[in-house]
T-cell receptor, first 114, second 112 residues
Framework: GDSVTQMEGPVTLSEEAFLTINCTYT??????LFWYVQYPGEGLQLLLK?????DKGSNKGFEATYRKETTSFHLEKGSVQVSDSAVYFC?????????????FGQGTRLTINP | DAGITQSPRHKVTETGTPVTLRCHQT?????MYWYRQDPGHGLRLIHY???????DKGEVSDGYSVSRSKTEDFLLTLESATSSQTSVYFC???????????FGDGTRLSIL
């Protein structure tokens, strides 16, 4: 079945450092890809998405590019802030252009130190 | 979030008891979902609904049932709770099948 693999955390960085969180996927079809963020005590919030190959999703300084050839959707940010500390989830939807039946990675906990 | 309220937010109960979790949305979104979140597993889909009285199973549906008698409410029931169902449960909704899902703040359920 479909699956998502994220780099294991926790990840600890200093403020203004460059961030990469790796995400690779396995899917039988042509999935849509998502990054969600979860702040302490809250539900998940959509951070960005991409629905076809070479699409770049971006939001709040975060970016991720849908790479079909490497089945990857790595999350990047050029300069992280303390407020970016959260758990990040990569996810796919197994319905092309759809959002039902999200399959999530295990999550990566990010801590940014001042 | 997109107007989702989950209740209760916390619950502790004993093995073998029935438990019902409620998800209420203020929008008229067609799609609603129940997930559970466990360490090392991310979120896993339990059941989802694509309309009133229309539901389908997700990845981890065993031991769970759902009902949707009104557009705004989606109930998750554990008929006879087990310790393996201790988890954090999240409800989500989406307006269309190809739109991103929006999540509630979760229900922390502990089964002793």
């Amino acid at each position: 079945g479909d699956s998502v693999t994220q780099m294991e955390g926790p990840v600890t960085l200093s403020e203004e450092a460059f961030l990469t969180i790796n995400c690779t996927y396995t899917a039988t079809g042509y999935p849509s890809l998502f990054w969600y963020v979860q702040y302490p005590g809250e539900g998940l919030q959509l951070l960005l998405k991409a629905t076809k190959a070479d699409d770049k999703g971006s939001n709040k300084g975060f970016e991720a590019t849908y790479r079909k050839e490497t089945t990857s959707f790595h999350l990047e940010k050029g300069s992280v802030q303390v407020s970016d500390s959260a758990v990040y989830f990569c996810a796919l939807s197994d319905i092309p252009q759809g959002a039902q039946k999200l399959v999530f990675g295990q999550g990566t906990r990010l801590t940014i130190n001042p | 979030d997109a107007g989702i309220t989950q209740s209760p937010r916390h619950k502790v109960t004993e093995t073998g008891t029935p438990v019902t979790l409620r998800c209420h949305q203020t929008e008229n979104h067609r799609y609603m979902y129940w997930y559970r979140q466990d360490p090392g597993h991310g979120l896993r889909l339990i059941h989802y609904s694509y309309g009133v009285k229309d539901t389908d199973k997700g990845e981890v549906s065993d031991g769970y049932s759902v009902s949707r008698s009104k557009t705004e409410d989606f109930l998750l029931t554990l008929e006879s709770a087990t310790s393996s169902q201790t988890s954090v449960y999240f409800c989500a909704n989406s307006e269309m099948s190809n739109q991103p899902q929006h999540f509630g703040d979760g229900t922390r359920l502990s089964i002793l």
